[in-house]
């Protein structure tokens, strides 16, 4: 671990995680410890490496970091069995402001319980995560259905909204909602909803169950594909089938857009939030601690305070933030 500083009297120090990477799968007992500059990927690369039957419910990108995603919740393809990351911690060893190491049982029970939701950065450093693994089959089943916005999948969209709540534990659908290049009418721009989904178990019973719950769907034996669930990692990742595990050890991160893309891509969000804004929780109206929205408020530099925090603290931490 290194610490930067720049002065005798630093306002705060950068700590490089990128030592803390190792990862402790006992599958005998079905738990691990996780560094937290460790990432998803690695995370379950190492799983796979030793089990076909063990998971772990987090974010479905592989180059997210530990740190963040488990402090803050961490949620993916197996959140509806599972619930979230932090969900399935069940120790931690945390340095606080004092320099004391801390475990579960010499931190409390509400510090332990602040740093699976909470984020991190308020309370300490936490250094590695003792997590529970999950089962999962040996074979899961995945499909992908993209469908052209028109009439017929507005209704799709909505039918999905009440649908895909209520259905069986072990599945899961999410949609995907971007826009695309129609080649038939001179590369027009057109609207794609795809719906993307894990099964925990075989295509026949993921079949069943579609044409019992979501039969306007249409799902199809041959859009299903049975594969272990490490596989579906890369799946939901992008990657094509029979891609090598070793991918998920990639520690490379491609940022593509410049400033004017990414301020073009903010505006379009907040297009979206205004619009959506009818439609979202409200009073108060709170946000995912995991996608920071800075148009929520800030800390401004050097002259903050809990009172000036306060505006946004509420709406990621509600009740828990305290003046
Ligand atoms: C490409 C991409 C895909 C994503 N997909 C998902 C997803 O599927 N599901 C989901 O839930 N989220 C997802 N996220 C959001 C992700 O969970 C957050 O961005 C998370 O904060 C990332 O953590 P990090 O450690 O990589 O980031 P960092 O920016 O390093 O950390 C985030 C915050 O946590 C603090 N922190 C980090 N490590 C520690 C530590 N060890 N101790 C104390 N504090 C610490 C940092 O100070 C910072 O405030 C995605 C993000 C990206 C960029
Ligand atoms: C750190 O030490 C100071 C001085 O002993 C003490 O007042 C404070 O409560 C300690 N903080 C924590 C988080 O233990
Ligand atoms: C790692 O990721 C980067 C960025 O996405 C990519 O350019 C590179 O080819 C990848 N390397 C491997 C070995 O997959
Ligand atoms: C912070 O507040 C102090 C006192 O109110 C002021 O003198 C100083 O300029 C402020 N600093 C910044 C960076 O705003």
Same mark, same amino acid.
């Given at each position: 671990?290194?610490?930067?500083?720049?002065?005798?009297?630093?306002?705060?120090?950068?700590?490089?995680?990128?030592?803390?990477?190792?990862?402790?799968?006992?599958?005998?007992?079905?738990?691990?410890?996780?560094?937290?500059?460790?990432?998803?990927?690695?995370?379950?690369?190492?799983?796979?490496?030793?089990?076909?039957?063990?998971?772990?419910?987090?974010?479905?990108?592989?180059?997210?970091?530990?740190?963040?995603?488990?402090?803050?919740?961490?949620?993916?393809?197996?959140?509806?069995?599972?619930?979230?990351?932090?969900?399935?911690?069940?120790?931690?060893?945390?340095?606080?402001?004092?320099?004391?190491?801390?475990?579960?049982?010499?931190?409390?029970?509400?510090?332990?319980?602040?740093?699976?939701?909470?984020?991190?950065?308020?309370?300490? &450093?936490?250094?590695?995560?003792?997590?529970?693994?999950?089962?999962?089959?040996?074979?899961? $089943?995945?499909?992908?259905?993209?469908?052209?916005?028109?009439?017929?999948?507005?209704?799709?969209?909505?039918?999905?909204?009440?649908?895909?709540?209520?259905?069986?534990?072990?599945?899961?659908?999410?949609?995907?909602?971007?826009?695309?290049?129609?080649?038939?009418?001179?590369?027009?721009?057109?609207?794609?909803? $795809?719906?993307?989904?894990?099964?925990?178990?075989?295509?026949?019973?993921?079949?069943?169950?579609?044409?019992?719950?979501?039969?306007?769907?249409?799902?199809?034996?041959?859009?299903?594909?049975?594969?272990?669930?490490?596989?579906?990692?890369?799946?939901?990742?992008?990657?094509?089938?029979?891609?090598?595990?070793?991918?998920?050890?990639?520690?490379? &991160?491609?940022?593509?857009?410049? &400033?004017?893309?990414?301020?073009?891509?903010?505006?379009?969000?907040?297009?979206?939030?205004?619009?959506?804004?009818?439609?979202?929780?409200?009073?108060?109206?709170?946000?995912?601690?995991?996608?920071?929205?800075?148009?929520?408020?800030?800390?401004?530099?050097?002259?903050?305070?809990?009172?000036?925090?306060? &505006?946004?603290?509420?709406?990621?931490?509600?009740?828990?933030?305290?003046?």
């Amino acid at each position: 671990m290194r610490a930067y500083h720049t002065s005798a009297k630093p306002p705060f120090i950068i700590i490089d995680l990128v030592n803390l990477q190792s990862i402790h799968i006992k599958v005998d007992d079905e738990t691990a410890w996780v560094q937290s500059g460790a990432t998803l990927g690695e995370l379950y690369y190492s799983i796979a490496k030793k089990s076909g039957i063990h998971g772990f419910p987090a974010g479905i990108c592989p180059s997210v970091g530990i740190g963040g995603h488990f402090s803050g919740g961490g949620f993916g393809t197996m959140v509806r069995k599972y619930g979230l990351a932090a969900d399935n911690v069940i120790d931690a060893c945390l340095v606080d402001v004092n320099g004391s190491i801390l475990d579960r049982e010499t931190m409390g029970e509400d510090l332990f319980w602040a740093i699976r939701g909470g984020g991190g950065a308020s309370f300490g &450093v936490i250094v590695s995560w003792k997590i529970k693994l999950v089962r999962v089959p040996p074979v899961v $089943s995945v499909f992908n259905i993209d469908k052209k916005l028109d009439q017929r999948t507005t209704e799709l969209v909505h039918r999905w909204q009440y649908v895909a709540q209520q259905l069986h534990k072990d599945l899961f659908i999410r949609l995907v909602i971007q826009d695309v290049n129609e080649v038939t009418k001179g590369q027009k721009k057109t609207l794609q909803v $795809s719906f993307n989904s894990l099964f925990l178990g075989t295509a026949d019973e993921l079949l069943s169950l579609m044409h019992n719950r979501f039969p306007e769907l249409g799902l199809q034996a041959e859009t299903c594909t049975e594969m272990s669930w490490i596989e579906s990692v890369l799946y939901f990742a992008g990657y094509p089938r029979g891609q090598s595990l070793d991918v998920l050890l990639n520690r490379t &991160v491609q940022y593509k857009n410049g &400033v004017r893309a990414s301020n073009r891509h903010i505006h379009w969000m907040r297009m979206l939030y205004s619009y959506m804004k009818q439609y979202v929780s409200h009073s108060p109206r709170a946000a995912y601690l995991n996608y920071r929205d800075l148009d929520l408020g800030t800390n401004q530099q050097a002259n903050t305070s809990n009172l000036k925090a306060k &505006v946004w603290g509420k709406k990621y931490f509600k009740g828990n933030f305290k003046v």
